[in-house]
């Protein structure tokens, strides 16, 4: 008899569940999603569903003037942009070295020479850490804000890398 009362005594001084990952009390069900359109669940449009529904409105404005191919605000190779970010390093001053236009992935390079060392930064333009685009200078086209300077023949500025006479000679127009 007593050794019966020691078991009971012993089982009430025990969890009374099992510990977490045995357990089924401690389970939580995920919350119901929301069922999405009809057409997504045929396999239908799912790119341009979220196409419309990620960027912003000011990340959807900037996509369809300044990055572009035909519009006449586009911003071209060798223009001089300051790129505002929510994170370090906050504003970024360089040359436009190219455009790569993917929809909602377009990027841009931009370069700089920073204490004699070219510094190259990747932005991309649906990111939410950035928050402006400001035009210092434009590569040619007239048309918009800031100075023109002179437009320059290719699309990827890649070989401003190993010439930084050129490189300087375009950011100069910046100082005159």
Known sequence: MSLNLLRRCARSLSTAAPSYPFSKIAVIPPAPATPPPAPLLQGKGLMAHLADTLPSADKLR????????????????????????????????????????????????????????????????????????????????????????????????????DSPEKMSSISAGLRG
Do not use: C, W
Request: charged share 20%.
């Open 62 to 161: 900037l996509l369809k003037t300044y990055f572009s191919k035909r519009h006449p605000l586009r911003i071209l190779p060798g223009s001089v942009l300051s790129v505002t970010m929510g994170h370090a390093p906050t504003q970024f001053t360089g040359v436009l070295l190219s455009v790569r236009r993917r929809g909602i992935d377009t990027s841009i390079v931009l370069r700089n020479v920073v204490n004699r060392i070219g510094v190259e930064m990747q932005v991309f333009v649906a990111s939410p850490h950035l928050k402006d685009i400001k035009i210092v200078q434009r590569a040619g086209g007239g048309t918009g804000q800031g100075k023109t300077g002179k437009r320059m023949r290719r699309a990827k500025l890649f070989y401003l890398r």
